[in-house]
């Protein structure tokens, strides 16, 4: 049963030069103790639909269509307030930005124990001392002075842990993890990466694991949903999209990449064309001018809706990649 629920989401920003629409009819689920990776270039509206979810889509931005349910209970009708209680001990979201995740004229420590004091009845000492252990559960190697000191004063790394910290804080139900390892190296990264995988075992979290990284998507996720702009282009258990990418979007993203099993290529090959711009984007398939695939039908219906091609992939495309040996075949 899911715990949270995308349903047909649009996200617009209606700017001077026209409509962006970030979100385009978008649905997701996400299941406890299960991790969901979303992939896609950047300014494919991976960001867009986390703070969609969390109803905090900044001016002029604006959820246009769709709902977002949240075991059951619609989040785009509650008030103000009742929202504020559930964001931060329910749902709790790790930012790509420390700028927008973080108070930047507050000290860390204090937003650490805000986190806390507000949601439980706990003393100022005691919320003092579990501010400073979770700080350094988040591998920060001197907890007292990071408390201390403002966000301008960390590198960008030590504010993702912190804004992890605070986001682990209540041990939420649900996490929405924003690009959370991007600006940290390897070995923080691994330990960055098994607390959420700790949170989605011991709470039974639901987590939804934003990445432009395939190697990090690979090693986390139980399942992908890949975003090409502002749409859900293919949905598969994690095994199943590495091993059979149906979308050519997805089948290029995967081939770019290099594999340590196969003689080393003069070059990568590589996705022809740019990401399309998202403003006033064509009623057509928005990967149609970069694919390799495109048949008559593409260029004369209207962008492809998802629909299943086995028994748990999905993929939003008219003349998708064909294998001619079965799921559970050779690799
Ligand atoms: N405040 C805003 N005003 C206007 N357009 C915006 C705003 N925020 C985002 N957008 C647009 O929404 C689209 C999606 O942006 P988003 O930040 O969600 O991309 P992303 O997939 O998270 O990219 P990245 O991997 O770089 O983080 C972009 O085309 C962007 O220009
Ligand atoms: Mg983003």
């Known amino acids: 049963m899911a715990i949270l629920e995308v349903k047909a989401l649009e996200t617009h920003f209606r700017t001077r030069r026209g409509v962006i629409k970030a979100a385009n009819n978008v649905s997701l689920a996400l299941e406890p103790g299960h991790i969901l990776g979303l ?15 969390l109803n905090l889509v900044p001016f002029p931005g604006k959820i246009v269509g769709g709902d977002v349910l949240f075991q059951g209970r619609s989040l785009l ?14 749902i709790s979201m790790i930012s790509q930005d420390p700028v927008r995740g973080l108070n930047p004229v507050m000290s860390i420590g204090p937003q650490v124990e805000e986190t806390l004091t507000s949601h439980l009845r706990i003393s100022k000492r005691e919320a003092r001392q579990r501010a400073l252990a979770l700080l350094r559960q988040m591998g920060l190697p001197d907890p007292e002075r990071v408390a201390a000191a403002y966000p301008y004063q960390l590198s960008g790394g030590m504010c993702q842990r912190v804004m992890l910290a605070i986001a682990m804080a209540l041990k939420p139900q649900v996490l929405i993890a924003d690009e959370p390892t991007s600006a940290l190296d390897v070995t923080i990264q691994a330990e960055i990466l098994s607390e959420i995988r700790r949170l989605k075992e ?8 934003i990445s432009h990284d395939l190697g990090v998507i690979a090693q986390m996720a139980d399942e992908v949903a890949v975003m090409y702009a502002g749409s859900i ?30 003689q080393r290529q003069e070059q990568l090959p590589t996705i022809r064309g740019a990401p399309p711009s998202l403003l006033n984007l064509p009623d057509e398939c928005p990967f149609l001018p970069r694919c390799h695939k495109a048949i008559t039908r593409c260029r004369t219906s209207s962008n492809p809706l998802l629909h299943p091609v086995g028994a748990r ?6 003349n998708p990649v064909v294998y001619d040996w079965a799921p559970d075949g050779p690799t």
């Not at 992939?39 to 979810?53: C, D, M, R, Y």
């Not at 009708?77 to 329910?90: D, S, V």
């Not at 992939?313 to 008219?318: I, K, L, R, S």
């Open 39 to 53: 992939v896609g270039e950047s300014g494919a509206g991976k960001t867009v639909l986390a703070l969609s979810i």
């Open 77 to 90: 009708r509650l008030t103000a307030r009742e929202l504020r209680t559930i964001r931060g001990k329910e």
């Open 202 to 209: 011991d709470c039974d979290a639901a987590v939804l694991f």
């Open 233 to 262: 282009v293919e949905r598969a258990p994690t095994a199943e999209l590495f091993r059979r990418p149906v979308h050519p979007y997805t089948w290029g993203l995967l081939r770019s990449l290099p594999r340590l099993d196969q």
């Open 313 to 318: 992939q999905e993929v939003a495309c008219y």
